[in-house]
T-cell receptor, first 112, second 114 residues
């Protein structure tokens, strides 16, 4: 498996609290992505990064922010968690355009 | 933006039979089409991919076909086995200008009945 890890793996948080998920890679890949996976919706892109400090929005970015201060780490922050953000979150990396994406193990987030 | 539709959402086949999953995409600029398999509780993993300059690709029991004119691509699994049971995602990707934007289908849950 590619060197990509997510933390935490599971989290339960209360509505209105901030939450940060971390994605760490050891592959030195340029591109990093955050997806959320929900039944009936597949994998939807939240934000992605194409380099250090270079990020852009995906199709479901409202309520989320990201930061990438170094190549190996990509952080996803929910500023004020809502129940609609209960989901499984996957980080992914790719080395070049149009190549295989390697996924992290996923983070199951529950907002109560 | 790109829209990827995937059918069927669930599929049950007898062991040894073939399974076919179909996807359509909307953006003619998409030029890379990967398929991912996700077993229960695990991460998605690539099983096969095809680029827009190729019409068909095969890897043992798995094959993918692409019709650029009609904007659809399909996954074919022959001689299915119980370990093929999983959720399969198709995706369409546009890679340009230094980034890659990948849009996924909603997934197909395949059940292979022994």
């Amino acid at each position: 498996d590619a060197g990509i890890t997510q933390s935490p793996r599971h989290k339960v948080t209360e509505t209105g609290t901030p939450v940060t998920l971390r994605c760490h890679q050891t592959e030195n890949h340029r591109y990093m992505y955050w997806y959320r996976q929900d039944p009936g919706h597949g994998l939807r892109l939240i934000h992605y990064s194409y380099g250090v400090k270079d990020t852009d929005k995906g199709e479901v970015s409202d309520g989320y922010s990201v930061s990438r201060s170094k190549t190996e780490d990509f952080l996803l922050t929910l500023e004020s968690a809502t129940s609609s953000q209960t989901s499984v979150y996957f980080c992914a990396i790719t080395g070049h355009e149009n190549t295989e994406a390697f996924f992290g193990q996923g983070t199951r987030l529950t907002v109560v | 933006g790109e829209n990827v539709e995937q059918h069927p959402s669930t599929l049950s086949v007898q062991e040894g039979d073939s399974a076919v999953i179909k996807c359509t995409y909307s953006d003619s600029a998409s030029n890379y089409f990967p398929w991912y398999k996700q077993e229960l509780g695990k991460r998605p993993q690539l099983i096969i991919d095809i680029r827009s300059n190729v019409g068909e690709k095969k890897d043992q029991r798995i094959a993918v076909t692409l019709n650029k004119t009609a904007k659809h691509f399909s996954l074919h699994i022959t001689e299915t086995q119980p370990e093929d049971s999983a959720v399969y995602f198709c995706a369409a990707s546009v890679g340009s200008g230094g980034y890659q934007k990948v849009t996924f289908g909603i997934g197909t849950k395949l059940q292979v009945i022994p």
